[in-house]
């Protein structure tokens, strides 16, 4: 295994990396196809570390939502922002020489922030909510939200863990569904199980 791993949402777009290193005679990376959720990407992204991926690249093809972006414009993130509001960054070196790599090649590259969200946006009701509430996140309440952060840690029996900001974990009234806090699928009819779980520091 190289030490380059990719994770994708759609098998479709693990062909597409496939193929791009294919028609470069270039050994392709580690390509990881999670399916949908924020459960199932965690889990391979942990199995790719483990197996020795030393740079992870989350890529995927979608309708972007800034006015600004069109239609085939590649977007590498400066930093993604979870659900919780926390603030993850990406490595600028890497992100640098990706983009003078994809400029050379006649690309548009667009920087900023990527809003990380856990559900699909598929109606415009839902688009102009996430908007309203991503601007009342100002700096200052971003400061105080990593301020008050906590951790959950939760490990399965066969090693793999998710640690998971207490801000993703929504109140729910009496008789509310519950949230899944790690996925225990682990491929073809097979599942592991959770052997701890407890607060952790960040």
Same mark, same amino acid.
């Given at each position: ?68 972006? #069109? ?6 993130a ?12 990406t ?55 990593? #301020? ?6 939760? +490990? ?14 929504? +109140?729910a ?5 519950? +949230?899944?806090? +790690? ?20």
């Amino acid at each position: 295994m190289t030490d380059f791993g990719v994770v994708t949402g759609l098998a479709f777009e693990a062909r597409l990396i496939e193929k791009a290193f294919a028609r470069e005679w270039q050994r392709a990376p580690e390509v990881a196809c999670a399916g949908p959720g924020p459960e199932r990407a965690w889990a391979v992204a942990a199995r790719l570390v483990a197996e020795g991926a030393r740079v992870l690249v989350s890529f995927g093809l979608c309708a972007g939502l800034d006015p600004a972006l #069109e239609a085939g414009d590649l977007m590498l993130a400066e930093a993604v922002i979870g659900v919780s509001g926390r603030a993850f960054q990406t490595d600028a070196a890497r992100r640098g020489t990706l983009a003078a790599r994809l400029s050379e090649a006649g690309l548009r590259v667009v920087g900023g922030a990527v809003l990380g969200q856990g559900r699909q946006i598929g109606r415009a009701e839902d688009k102009a909510r996430d908007e309203g509430l991503a601007a009342k996140l100002n700096q200052d309440k971003f400061v105080e939200m990593a #301020e008050n952060e906590e951790f959950l840690l939760t +490990i399965a029996a066969d090693g793999l863990g998710k640690r998971t900001s207490a801000y993703e974990y929504r +109140i729910a009234g009496r008789g509310g569904q519950g +949230i899944v806090n +790690i996925d225990v699928a682990r491929g073809k009819n097979k599942t592991t199980h959770v052997v701890a779980a407890f607060t952790v520091q960040d």
